[in-house]
T-cell receptor, first 115, second 109 residues
Framework: EPEVTQTPSHQVTQMGQEVILRCVPI?????FYWYRQILGQKVEFLVS????????KSEIFDDQFSVERPDGSNFTLKIRSTKLEDSAMYFC?????????????FGPGTRLTVT | DAKTTQPPSMDCAEGRAANLPCNHS???????VYWYRQIHSQGPQYIIH???NNETNEMASLIITEDRKSSTLILPHATLRDTAVYYC??????????FGTGTSLTVIP
């Protein structure tokens, strides 16, 4: 069964550094998402992406964040100048869309630790 | 998003049916209800979705009231591996899922 994959599983970075989190969505899906979950807190929507552009983003997704689909298979989240509070699990998802139904399938996550 | 409310926690005996309720009284006519679960810190796992008819798949059944103000997710024969946090989601755009605090289900041996 196709799955969303994410790399790396764990990323440690120093405050102020840039990180790129990578995701390979399910191959025939056209909608892509990033969510994050700070330890012990809710899963929070960051951004959705369709047709090579952002379709929705939350207040969390400020100028520090960017997304890209650099080729036909990868979907990336870049965090510039990381802060301590960016430490979280980051989940990528892709959706099979049928009419008004968005079945989102999530990857296993990347644990980002900013020191 | 339509606001959803779920009990914070529930227990269920192994092998019994787990019935997880969700209130979504502000849901609009074309908003679907989705259920996901999260085991430990793994990625949320899709379970089922529905609009107004009851739905069943290999994982669960979803019962939606006629007025669509509430729904119940049924795991027919709960196992220890079903211990997880279960989320009921009613996104108004379909594109942005709001995960609340969900229901923490503990299946007891």
């Amino acid at each position: 069964e196709p799955e969303v994959t994410q790399t790396p599983s764990h990323q440690v970075t120093q405050m102020g550094q840039e990180v790129i989190l990578r995701c390979v969505p399910i191959s025939n899906h056209l909608y892509f998402y990033w969510y994050r979950q700070i330890l012990g807190q809710k899963v929070e929507f960051l951004v959705s992406f369709y047709n090579n552009e952002i379709s929705e983003k939350s207040e969390i997704f400020d100028d520090q964040f960017s997304v890209e689909r650099p080729d036909g298979s990868n979907f990336t989240l870049k965090i510039r100048s990381t802060k301590l509070e960016d430490s979280a699990m980051y989940f990528c998802a892709s959706a099979r869309v049928t009419g008004n139904v968005y079945e989102q399938y999530f990857g296993p996550g990347t644990r980002l630790t900013v020191t | 998003d339509a606001k959803t409310t779920q009990p914070p926690s529930m227990d269920c005996a192994e092998g019994r049916a787990a019935n997880l309720p969700c209130n979504h009284s502000t849901i609009s006519g074309n908003e679907y209800v989705y259920w996901y679960r999260q085991i430990h810190s793994q990625g949320p796992q899709y379970i089922i979705h529905g609009l107004k008819n009851n739905e069943t798949n290999e994982m669960a059944s979803l019962i939606i009231t006629e007025d669509r103000k509430s729904s119940t997710l049924i795991l027919p024969h709960a196992t220890l591996r079903d211990t997880a946090v279960y989320y009921c989601i009613a996104p108004n755009t379909g594109n942005q899922f709001y995960f609340g605090t969900g229901t923490s289900l503990t299946v007891i041996p």
